[in-house]
T-cell receptor, first 116, second 114 residues
């Protein structure tokens, strides 16, 4: 079990640029979640997938944000035309579908985005 | 809508002292409740969870939490703090049913003095 991995770990970009983050979940996990964490706050839910289907999106996810999970494996989160307010830690988590174990979300180390 | 309140942003205890981190929740349906810990430069790690099976839940590293419906609370405790417990702790709620998103509190930073 290699855990949830996220790449890159750090990203610095200029306002207006597009960025893309990748998340590789634990291999047998069907569910994948994206959260955003700003300084001094707890993580906030952005969206989640069950296999390749995107089942819920937060109102925090403006039309500049898009997430995909092709083939139900890894996921990407893209932010277009970045703004300084997008600076945050972007966290990915995964969980299985199996009963009570489905409640356990395993988090990756996050991608820290800084928009200059 | 569900929400979590973690009063205060920082708790400091002496090594060997009782750790008590408070969490109150609001939920329109019976909730699942969680405590996560985040060490510097690491991802969140699940400490324990309440799923209605038992009101007193034991987790990893000697932590436990008690679900009190009448007080809408899920406080985290550890009898004796260790230096390695210094980290940020987040309480989270998940509504039962199909929705599986976590709603987190703001977190509490625990410092342990030698």
């Amino acid at each position: 079990d290699t855990g949830v991995s996220q790449n890159p770990r750090h990203k610095i970009t200029k306002r207006g640029q597009n960025v893309t983050f990748r998340c590789d979940p634990i291999s047998e996990h069907n569910r994948l979640y994206w959260y955003r964490q700003t300084l001094g706050q707890g993580p906030e839910f952005l969206t989640y997938f069950q296999n390749e289907a995107q089942l819920e999106k937060s109102r925090l996810l403006s039309d500049r944000f898009s997430a995909e999970r092709p083939k139900g494996s890894f996921s990407t989160l893209e932010i277009q035309r970045t703004e300084q307010g997008d600076s945050a830690m972007y966290l990915c988590a995964s969980s299985s579908l199996a009963g009570v174990q489905s409640l356990d979300q395993y988090f990756g180390p996050g991608t820290r985005l800084l928009v200059l | 809508a569900q929400s979590v309140t973690q009063l205060g942003s920082h708790v400091s205890v002496s090594e060997g002292a009782l750790v008590l981190l408070r969490c109150n929740y609001s939920s329109s349906v019976p909730p699942y409740l969680f405590w996560y810990v985040q060490y510097p430069n690491q991802g969140l790690q699940l400490l324990l969870k309440y799923t209605s099976a038992a009101t007193l839940v034991k987790g990893i590293n000697g932590f436990e939490a008690e679900f009190k419906k009448s007080e809408t609370s899920f406080h985290l405790t550890k009898p004796s703090a260790h230096m390695s417990d210094a980290a940020e702790y987040f309480c989270a709620v998940m509504e039962t049913g199909a929705n599986s998103k976590l709603t987190f509190g703001k977190g509490i930073t625990l410092s342990v003095r030698p």
